[in-house]
């Protein structure tokens, strides 16, 4: 069976050029950055030049890049190591309510170290209002962060807009870039953000790298002790032929990015119409213009995301879904959520990304299965006349987690 | 976005890619709704019942895979059985049956546990003169009060 993969939100495969791009740096060119000898001076040249292409792909300075083990890392330094550095400027911490969990966790942890977090709400295609942030903050204000375009649904928020603001106001603006790294222009100052996320692996690059742009003369405290690895802010040995990975996928996305935009950005609108024409209430989230090139998420009532991911895995196409159902604490994506939809719409979601190797017969199969499977799983559900008005009242509720464990052992 | 990190069986899955006794009866003698407003899964279970025993049960779920399964197996269970066997089908009986299934999928057996429960109550409300409950079950979920 031809496999379709169709979740380049959640990773990519590692590109070919990549890959021999990376090669060398594990048996030959193995050397310690740190090093004096040559071996080593030769991988930090390798270091410094990926430093700089990944500088040039967002119109920084290379000594304005700190390479970090991926997004979540570079996220938790950026909110942490602005945190810590200003805490006797203030203890409030501006963010939205869509966040990465890199972010809202990072956010809800130091709440509980005594900062103060303001989650911000959206629209229902899940905007942030940049009068909002300026509402928002207050002299106690050290930061604000907020993604560049959601993992979720898509939706790319005004963050040049909310970058002004925050200028305006003096307050530094980090920015969540991992899903728009590489698919969209960035231009630190244009965007004017202070500090900006990036990951290698969203972008054809490896897992396990990536980096955060801090603007010179940011105050930012290193999060762990160690050497004097990359200007003191990040200690540990550098993965070398992870950046080395990682500077080659910036280039060869920031050098694609125009067609292949504009090429994944047809096959989206094209997936979009197919679907919702195909499937009867059937909804799009996130907003229908501004979102990523490469991204569709759908709510389909009267079919539950999990099944419906299982389903289109067993016909060999793989997506993912925000469902209660799929996640560990049994809660619905707080992102949908946030949009304003009720449990029982998120719970037939279902978010299909494409990329490199998405090919137009790719999208045609989509639209033609995906009917074919919320029509199986709708045979199988209560009437959705039903389902769209539930009286919970006439349900017995089975959120009783004792008894539930309690019967796990037998 | 949130993942699952789940494995079934393959008991699961074919009770899951073909679930016995999907649907629902004309005049049912007894309805039963079960579902979790927090995560939105619903289950409802039509049953038909003679002498005492159930002989037809038909199931509509909305829900995961695990939820679809367990719906199809608890019907199997219950199908033929006297009301007093069928409240001593338990929700671990029912996993078990499909080979288990992983810990955080173990609510959506307990949701058709309580599914079976609520449409034998139901069944009992409309048919006050037959048999008086049994004993209480070992081992088995108490069905909860309607909320
Ligand atoms: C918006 C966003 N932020 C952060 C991350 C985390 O990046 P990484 O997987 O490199 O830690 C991801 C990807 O999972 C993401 O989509
Ligand atoms: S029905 Fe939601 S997890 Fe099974």
Redesign the interface.
Known sequence: MRKIYMDY??TTPVRKEVLKAMMPYFMTEFGNASSLHSIGQSAAEAVEFARSTVASAIGANPEEIIFTSGGTEADNLAIRGIAKANRDMGDHIITSAIEHPAVRNTCADLAKEGFKITFLSVDKDGLIDPVQVRKAITTKTVLITIMHAN??IGTVQPTREIGRIAKENGVLFHTDAVQTFGKLPIDVDGLNVDMLTMSAHKIGGPKGVGALYVRKGTQLKAMQTGGPHEGNRRAGTENVAGIVGFAKAAELSVKEMGSESARLSKLRDRLIKGVLSGVKEAQLNGHPTKRLPNNANFSFL??????II?KLD?LGIEA?????????D????HVLLALGH??????GSL?ITLGKETAPKDVECVIRVIPKVIKELR?????IKE?KN?K??????????D???G??E? | ?????VSYTKKM?AH??N?HN?GRLDNPDGV???????????M?LHIKVKNNKITDIKF??????S??ATSSMVTDLAKGKTIDEALRI???RV??ELGGLP??K??????AE??L??AIEDYRKRHPHSPAKPAAKK?S?K??E??
Request: proline share 6%.
């Open positions: 939100a959640a993992n979720e009267g079919a539950e995301g999990e099944a299982l067993a993912s879904t925000g469902s209660a159902c799929s996640s560990h049994l809660a619905p994506s009720s449990p029982l719409e998120a719970h978010r045979a199988i559900s209560p009437d389902m539930v919970w009242a006439d349900y017995k509720d089975d959120h009783d987690h008894h539930m464990h019967e796990e037998d | 976005m949130v993942t699952s990190n899955m899951f890619a679930p999907m039963g709704k079960a579902g979790n407003p927090v995560c939105g899964d619903v409802h509509q779920t909305l829900g995961c895979a939820a679809i338990t929700n671990a996993a078990s810990p955080i173990m609510h959506c057996s307990v949701l309580q599914a429960h609520s081992g979920a069905p909860k309607k909320k």
